[in-house]
C-alpha cells in the first residue's frame, strides 16, 4: 500500500507538470506477461545489468526485461543488447505517467543514482515494488522545485530495499529518514560469463592429439597483429621447442591466406576449420569459428586476447577466458573493456604486453605451471566474486514478483 502523500510531493508535481511530447511516445508494445524495468543510470553499468537480467530468465523463463536510460542518454552509443531499451522521459508528471501506463512494470529496479521523483514516486502508488541498487544520493529534480523539502527522502522511500556500495552512503541515506530495515551495503553487479559446455569426447581427444605439448590460444586475432603473434611464437619456441599457438582469427576471410602466408613461413600448420587433423609435428593450429573458443580456451593455459596491440582495436571480452581457467595476455588497446581488463591486471590474472617480443617473454614464463595456475585462481575469483550478491538480488526480486501475485490473486 503506498504512503499518504506529502505536500511537498503535490506541490513538486504541480511545478513540474508537463504532458507527454511526440518524443516520449513509446514505440514498442509491451510484452505479453510479467515485466521487470531496470533503469541504468550510467553506460558503463549496461552489461553487468544485462548479464543480471540474463541469469534472472534463467530462474524465471517468462519474465520479460525492459532497460531504460536517462533521458539524455544517446542510446546510438549504447549496446543494442537482447532487451528493448528506451530512454526514461523527461522529469515531468504527465510523462511519468505516460511512461507507467504504457509498460505496466510488475517489478523496477533502479541501479545507481539520477533518481527521478515522478516516475519514482507514482510507480510505488500503483503498487509496483521497487529495489533501489548501488544507491547514490542523486535526485534528479525539476527545475523551479529544487527548493521543496523533503524530496530526496521522500523519494528514496519510495523503494522497499536500498542496497548501497558504502557504509557512509547508508548511515546518510538512514539520517534522512528511512528505515533502518530497508537499507543495506552490498558490492555492485559484477558480469559473471557462464560458458556454455563443451562436448566431453571432443575435449579428451583434442588434448590426446596435443599431449606431452605446451598449448597458447591468441584470441580474436586482426591481420595486423599475425606478425607480432607469430614472431613470440618464434621467440617462444626456443625456449620451449615443443610449443603449439592455436591461431584463432578474428576474420574468418584471413584464414585462407593466413595458411598459406604460415606455410611459406616454414611453420608446420593445421587447419582446424578444414580437417582438424592435428599432428604430432604442428606448430600452429589455424582456427576461425568464434564458437571453437570454448574449446581452446579449455585447452589452452594462457590465452593471449587480440584486437588489442593496434591502436582503435578496442579489444575483445576476456571474461569466458578466465572463467575457463585461461591467464591472460593482452594489448594495451582494450578500451571497449577497459574496466574488466584493469581489474583482472590488479589481481594478478592478466598482463598487458606491448610488442611482440614482450609477448613471447610473456608466454614462456605465463606458461610456467605454478605461474599459470596462480593467475588461473586470481582469474576465477574476480569471475566468481559477483555470484553472491547476484543470487541474492534475484532471490529478491523473484520473492517480490511471487508477493505481487499472490495479492493480485486475492483482489
Known sequence: MSKPRSLSLAAYRVLSWGVPNTANRPDQPRPEGELIWVHISVQNRQRAV???????????????????????ADLRRWDQGDYPLVNLPLEQTGAARAFLDHWRPDIGLWVGGGLMPNVITRAEERGIPLILIEAQIDIKIARGARWLPDITRYTLDCFQSILTKTSETARTIRR????????????????????????ED????????????????????????????????????????????????????????????????????????????????????????????????????????GSSMERGA?????????????????????????????????????????????LGD????????????????AGWQIVSEGAPQTDRLIDMVQDCLDQRGTDDART
Open 314 to 358: 578496442g579489444g575483445h571480452d576476456p571474461l569466458v577466458a578466465a572463467a575457463l581457467g585461461s591467464s591472460i595476455i593482452h594489448g594495451p588497446f582494450v578500451h571497449r573493456h577497459q574496466q574488466i581488463y584493469d581489474q583482472l591486471d590488479r589481481a594478478g590474472a592478466a598482463r598487458v604486453v606491448r610488442t611482440a617480443t614482450e
Open 176 to 199: 534522512l529518514g528511512v528505515a533502518s530495515d530497508k537499507v543495506g551495503e552490498s558490492p555492485p553487479l559484477h558480469v559473471s560469463p557462464n560458458p556454455r559446455p563443451w562436448p
Open 202 to 305: 571432443e575435449l579428451i581427444e583434442t588434448n590426446h592429439a596435443l599431449a606431452g605439448r605446451l598449448v597458447w590460444l591468441a584470441a580474436c586475432v586482426l591481420d595486423k597483429e599475425f606478425i607480432s603473434v607469430l614472431s613470440a611464437h618464434r621467440q617462444a619456441m626456443r625456449m620451449l621447442p615443443r610449443l603449439t599457438l592455436v591461431l584463432h582469427v578474428a576474420d574468418m576471410a584471413e584464414a585462407g591466406p593466413l595458411h598459406q602466408r604460415l606455410e611459406s613461413m616454414d611453420l608446420r600448420c593445421a587447419n582446424w576449420d578444414a580437417d582438424g587433423q592435428i599432428e604430432d609435428t604442428t606448430q600452429v593450429i589455424l582456427s576461425a569459428e568464434h564458437e571453437d573458443l570454448g574449446l581452446w580456451h579449455r585447452i589452452s593455459p594462457v590465452t593471449f586476447m
Open 362 to 377: 610473456a608466454v614462456v614464463e605465463m606458461l610456467s605451471p605454478d605461474r599459470a595456475a596462480d593467475m588461473a585462481l
Open 50 to 72: 544485462t548479464d543480471f537480467c540474463r541469469r534472472l530468465q534463467l530462474a524465471r523463463p517468462s519474465l520479460n526485461v525492459l532497460l531504460t536510460a536517462p533521458p539524455e
